[in-house]
């Protein structure tokens, strides 16, 4: 592992990270809680919809036949009854009879269309003088909009009992929420969220609320991470800073590997105090993979603790910033992904705004801006100095991933690149 | 407004609403409740960063000069300290001296760079025999990786004191949260988040929960646009639902404009019993617009209550879900975009698929998948019936805005396209 040649590469360390992601179990959530989770089966058309014929405009129901008129562009109709919304219409339409009714309306027994308001002409009977009609109603309307099925939202047609109304894996969103609503469901199937623990480890770190004495600085991992886990759906769970010893890593990572997943940051480099494989290994977790050829992130860590029929996946990440905002985006939000029941999406690439240089021997991850012009998806590389440069890192919403293999990179060239905020 | 050439188009509907958004007041929340929302002001640096020079690798503190050493290629230091993150150092570095430390710990004086561990070579005391040294550990590092400033981050390189951190209206995301907390920023300036009241109508809805009598169907809406104003940021203020009357509309409604905004399903189109527009008059609301030429969503309604130096917006959405869907989307998130402090952003176009043939003389929403393949955004129509086709839309993520006039959309064209749930 000195050398980059032996490290594993992105692809590689993802693949088996990946395959340590077990299915979160599924669990029964209100409808309204239900947004960003994912469906743990498929569900089925309970009824067929929508239950009965209903009216999709304002206007008059009217019957198959007309009855006789000198006009012949034209046909009138009695209007015998008024149907909102939410009633039963009280009769069959015949021959000449017409039913004033609303949008969403059941539209009676006998109508041949719906005729929207605008579209009628409403006979007044004291104007047009009508004789021996007591009062009746008639509407005119032209012989043109008299058009079979017209505005009539059939019985059955939205959705056929039995049918898959939504497949498993659907991720829940404004849309599937009013499908589900309308079709009767008030609670869904899910997978269940994941819950992660982070732990930021470190004697130099003091809460990003104090003033840190003279070599100390403020952690900004364990609030970004938090961040980052509750827009990817997951429940933060944050445990103290622990200490650089092994007494303070042993308590906190006891803790934390209660946690489906245990987010650690910082003592997994090569240096003296870089205790936490140690303590990973005393408490039983399985290394997966530690240290990848990529540039930062370098000394990424993976490991799992199986126990007592569950498990916890322990993602060691860097203490820079950055390095732990890439981390968590290359690795730890395509294993949230698996675990909730989704399906790991495919690379993103877009085009370069100017070219690139790639130096050095490891996969760069690269702050980028992205953003959507005439059609095309593009990024364009910030300026930016280190791992530890948060600055120039919060103009970017992105990164490109850039293999030094394949040398120079032209402008309008296609690079593969990673949302940072569940943009996509 | 009986015809479609008197109604208002899109984009001067969207005008009208975007004039009446009034930006929400500023608050300060706790850094870690601030993910979402808008910076309401500028925020400067308040100290230099880092404070001090940082090591940014595990390895040697070295002194400006090297001690003699009969290998040319290699110079010998004396390690005179051991510095781990957190800790402050004891002395000065002088020639030939040298200190260990850890990333991120604080480089001494006299430093000129840090060398990687890997790139040390540590004499064992007894195995090299050196004599006369009592015990005083040396390290052999090859001449070619001491580079003046190598591997320090130094004092002040990442912001200035005074310096803009981030502008005003600024969306915070994780790697925000991050430089924030950096910065110590325990609380953050920002746009209170909107306040919106949805408020159903109509004597046939009842609850998603409930099984509907004949005529009846369950309230699809008000779940839906739940779920629309949360993936907003706003905070969604549920409603009981108002039955067709002039009393419960009036009592729904005077609560309703208590919020900032009001949302309302149904009753707004030119049915007898949609007396929605009446009610707000009423109330003292005065109407921006009603009537758009746009299919779906072309009863739509907005106006403004303006009073005691508050205001509320009202948007009346027509009752067909997919109708409201699509006005919320168009209409409604720009405006809580606006009163957010966000810019609202410029029209995103994408590639269709395949052709496409607008019917009638509106505005077109239809719903599309969008999706990213080789750097272009696709849209690729749904086969979709009518605005009450939620199973249909549910198969989308997006919709595009076709425009009668355009006359056919040919494959490859670009189009207007709107992301349905915040994907940009």
Known sequence: ???????????????????????????????????????ASDLLVPQDQPATARAMMDGFAVASEVCGDQVVEQA???????????????????????????????????????????????????????????????????????KPSAHILPAGSLARRGEILLPVGTRICAQHIALLAEHGFARVPVRRRVEAAVLATGNELVHHSETPQQGC??????????????????????????????????????????????????????GMLDLVPQVLREAGVQQILHGIRMKPGKP?????????????????????PVSSLACFE????????RMSGGVVAVPVRAALVRGFTVRGDRTLCQPVQLRLSEGQLLAEPVSW????DLKSAS???????????HGEYGAGELVQVISWNGWF
């Open 385 to 388: 100095t280190s791992s530890a």
């Open 76 to 146: 009138v109709f009695a209007v015998v009854e008024t149907i909102t919304a939410g009633l039963v219409p009280q009769r069959v339409l015949q021959a000449g009879e017409a039913a004033r009714i609303m949008t969403g309306a059941m539209v009676p027994g006998g109508a041949m269309c719906v005729v929207p308001v605008e579209r009628a002409v409403l006979q007044s009977v004291a104007a047009e003088g009508v004789a021996g009609d007591s009062g009746i109603e008639r509407v005119r309307i032209g012989r043109e909009y008299l």
């Open 300 to 320: 990424l860590y993976v490991g799992v603790l199986q126990q007592a029929g569950r498990q916890c996946l322990v993602f060691g990440l860097p203490g820079n």
């Open 330 to 337: 290359l690795f730890v939000r395509p294993v949230l992904e």
């Open 395 to 405: 103009d970017a919403n992105g990164m490109a991933i850039f293999e030094p293999e």
């Open 1 to 39: 592992m000195a050398g980059a040649g032996g490290l594993l590469t992105v692809q590689q360390a993802l693949q088996l990270a990946l395959q340590a992601a077990v299915l979160m179990d599924s669990e029964d959530v209100l409808l309204e809680q239900s947004a960003g989770l994912r469906l």
């Open 217 to 270: 600085i403020r952690n900004s991992n364990a609030p970004m991470l938090q961040s980052q886990l509750t827009a990817a759906g997951a429940i933060p769970r944050m445990l103290r800073t622990a200490q650089d010893s092994l007494e303070s890593l042993r308590v906190q990572i006891q803790r934390g590997l209660r946690s489906d997943v245990l987010l650690l940051t910082g003592g997994v480099s090569a």
